[in-house]
Each structure stands twice: as structure tokens, then as C-alpha cells.
């Protein structure tokens, strides 16, 4: 036993995307594959000799494979110590949470989210820093740069190390302490919000459903909503954590959580209802009958945070992605605090939360989350939300239909269309981009075109650029359309349209989004010529 070296030859397609290196599981099993990938990331980053990393995943197919390699990687790479969550499992959010608590000098987090798993599935790895936020773009860069020359990576010759069990184990001179994934979590979360409150809340006949979507946040969801807080058992659907997720899509939106729509929209159905993602970071919010978007969704708690005890002094201000609607910018004008807009990815809220700019955050793809982490977080907002519930007693329903009385209505509506020839989808894009001249000034029926561009972001904290980031058509009246090309996908190139109009008039209020954003819908598909360009009728997905 010892340290093997072991030559090998770069790969030319381990640029990270929107958040980390994802590709399907056989792209991972190629021989070295992983190990070029881990390697990058270990020679980049030059963590200091006996330092300390968290690792874990969303636990999907080849999750406790990857964590046997990158295990034994780290003992030849210099590591003192690596804290595995039992079995492998750590949602992202409390990766995020432990790499913060314990201080360590980062973690590799295995998951590819929302994305389907299995053998023929997604996987993914992900580098985060000692904030315990996803790399910024630098770093992601250089993982990139070692990625294409990388010549040889270390290896510790050794069997596998159990990780099934909560302790200590020795692999060279690295240390491997499994921990109890949910505990540390769990009492953070306690921290935040009135636990209390909750408890009494669902226990005056308060329903609730929490669909895990046989992903990671079952444990969490089960330890905490049921467990900790009383919620009567089988709140929690799906609970048990699937390699291949129950061969579903654990994407937590109307289309995919399928199982809670019919129910929430059903007879009889709970007060409240919520779904996370694979990797747990993400949230959907329903009411009886009722979806919030999660733009919406952002809104509401910035207006209500002062109801959480760990937000009763107020918020620093808020950050949202560039395509997430402007819902939560009136909230932030009126308490008179800071909006950000930052490019898409959670990667780009970390200077802003550690300079102490913001405390919220969101992003339209269902996705919130605050400074308590450094990853969007999807349990985290459904107690924000019960906590919320529990002190103003109202529906959620009435609590929004407050929301927009006061604040005005955003109508927002995202249309995918995935699995695009690559071509085709740069072919609308550069279409779009060769259109500015033209568009500026256009009337479309009642709107007419302020400005257009190519979205470009300077981080107020450390200067950088990032350029590129989605093109925008802002019309006079404020409403939006933007044109993204995804960065998560693994197939082709996925198109999302995202649309967005703004409604001050309260007797509008009750319209359908795709009602009130049809006129937007026709502009959009005129002005990108995306059906004659891709082929396609129909989005993939609307949310
Ligand atoms: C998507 C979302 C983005 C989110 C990212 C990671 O990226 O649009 O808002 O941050 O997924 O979320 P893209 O590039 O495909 O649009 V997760 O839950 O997949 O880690
Ligand atoms: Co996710």
C-alpha cells in the first residue's frame, strides 16, 4: 500500500458550467476520467499539507464510487482529513453548512441536481471554497486550464473505506470521519427559525406535503418537518434517497413534481405544499391550489423576514439573478436596502453575502436561499415559509394576493426548449445578437423596445467581468424578455426564454401568467425566429 502515480492524458471537455462538470454517468466511468477531474481541482486549489475537505453527494448513481476514488485521491494529495456524510449522502445546502461550521478548506460536492440519474443518467462534481460557495469563476477557470494538460494524478493504494457508519477510520495518514449528514443541518435551521411556532402551527390541523422527489433531502426532510417539528408521519412523500430517483426527473416545478400537483391541486388537499431538488437546493412552494414562482417566492420572504428570528433585525439587501423577475427589487426599494442583479448560478452571490451586501438571494429556477450558507437552499425556504405561515395565520393564497396588492404583480413564465442542436440554438442567439440595431426603438403592439443587450456582469467586490450572460429585450413599460443558453444540460444545447411583465393594477391581479405574458410569448418567437431556426412548436418545459 502507498501512493501510486498514475499517467494519464487530458480530457478536452471538463469546463465547468453553470455549476460544475456535469455529463452523463459512462462519460464518468471512462478510465481517468474522475481522477483527471479531481486532480484539477487538488492542483489549483493548493490546499495546505493535513488540510481538511467535506465530501458527499445527492447519492445517485456512481455517487459512492466517486467517493471511494476522490477518497483516496485526497490521502495522496496531501489531506489531513475528509468528513463524509453517512453513506455519502450531504444535500448541497449542508455541504455548504459544514464546510462553514468546521471550518475546513472546502468540499467536493458529487451531484447533477435536478438532473435525471441511473446508469444512462446525469452525474456531476463540484469544487466549493471555505466559504462553502460554489468556486467563483476564477477558480472554475483554472480547474479548466489544469484540466487540458494534465499529465499524471495521485492515487493511495487501498481497499475501499466504509462509510456506512458514523466514525473515524485512518487511510494513510488521512483521517475519514463519517458524520450523521442531517444533525448539523438541522440545528443550524433551529437557529433560524421559531421552531415553536411551527410545531404549534402544525399541530391546530395545518396540513402539509413535502415531496422529496426520492432524492436527497428525504433524511432532511423526514428529520426535521416530521421529527423535529411534529408534522404527522407521511408529510413527507418519497422520503427514501434513490440512485436513479425512482427513475423520475427530481426537478421541483408543476411539471415534474407531479405526484404533489395532483394532490394539492386535488380534493381535499394540505394547506401547504413543497418539493426539493436532487441535490436539495432547490424549492417549490404551493398553497392549496395555488403556485407561487419563485421569483414570487423571493419577494414574499424579503417582505416578511422580520417574522423569522434569525432575520428580526432586517436584511443587508437582496441579490437575484439577472432572468429572476423584479418582484423582489420593490420589495428591497421599499424597506430602502440594496437589489444586486448578478448572472445566473449561485456562484455569484458568494462576494456579495461574504462582503456583508446582501442577506437574501434567489434565482427564478427555483432557487433561494441567505447568508446562513452558501448554496440556495431548498428546506431552508419551506420553513422560511411555514415560519411565515405560522405567525400570520393566513393562506398562502392570501398572503400573495396581499403581496401584489401592495407591491404590484411581476407575471413571469420560463419556456425551455432542451436537447437543440447545438448549432441551431447558437444560430437564434447570434441571430438575436445581430438584431440589436433594429430592435431598439421597435413597437411591438403595446410594447416598445427601450434597449437590448448581451447581459455583462462586474462584480462590485472584486472587479470581475463576466461577460455574456443572456441577452436581454427590456421594453419602456419594464417588462422583460431574455434568451439564456443553459450551462447544465448534457445533451445538445437547451434554449430557456424567459418572460416577464409587470401588472400595478390589482383587478389584474387574477390573471393566468400565460394569459397575461401571451402577447410577450408571440414577440419573443417572432423576434429570435426560434421555430423556423430549431424546429421546434412547443417549449420542452414551461415553469
Ligand atoms: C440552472 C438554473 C440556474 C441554477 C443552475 C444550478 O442553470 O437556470 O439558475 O443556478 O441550474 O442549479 P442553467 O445554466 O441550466 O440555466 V442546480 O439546483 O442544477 O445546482
Ligand atoms: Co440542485
Redesign the pocket.
Known sequence: MGIRVISTQPFSDQKP????L?KKVPVFQQPHYLENFVQSIFDSIAAPKGAAMVLGGDGRYYNRAAIQIILKMAAANGFGKVIVGRGGILS?PAASCVIRKYQTFGGIIL?????PGGPDGDF?I?YNSSNGGPATEAVTEAIFARSKIINEYRIFDAGDVVIDKVGVSTLGDMQVQVFDPVGDYAELMESLFDFAAIRNLLSSGFAIRFDAMHAVNGPYAKGILERRLGAPAGSVMNAAPLEDFGGGHPDPNLTYAHDLVEIMYGGNAPDFGAAS???G??NMILGRKFFVTPSDSLAVIAANATLAPGYHKGLAGIAR?M??SAAADRVAQALGIPCFETP???KFFGNLMDAGKVTLCG?????TGSNHVR??DGLWAVLFWLNILAVRKQSVESILREHWAEYGRNFYSRYDYEGLPTEAAHGVMQHLKNSFATLAGAQFGKYTVKFCDDFSYTDPVDGSVSKGQGIRIIFTDGSRIVF??????TEGA?L?VYLEAFEADVAHHHLDAQAALAELIRIALQVSELKQRTGREQPTVIT
Do not use: C, V
Open positions: 458550467g453553470t455549476s460544475g456535469r448541497t451531484s447533477a441536481s435536478h438532473n456531476g463540484k431538488d436532487g441535490d437546493d432547490r439573478s432572468p429572476t445566473t448560478g449561485w434565482e427564478e429556477s427555483f432557487g448554496e440556495k439564456r443558453l443553459s450551462g447544465t444540460g437547451t430557456r
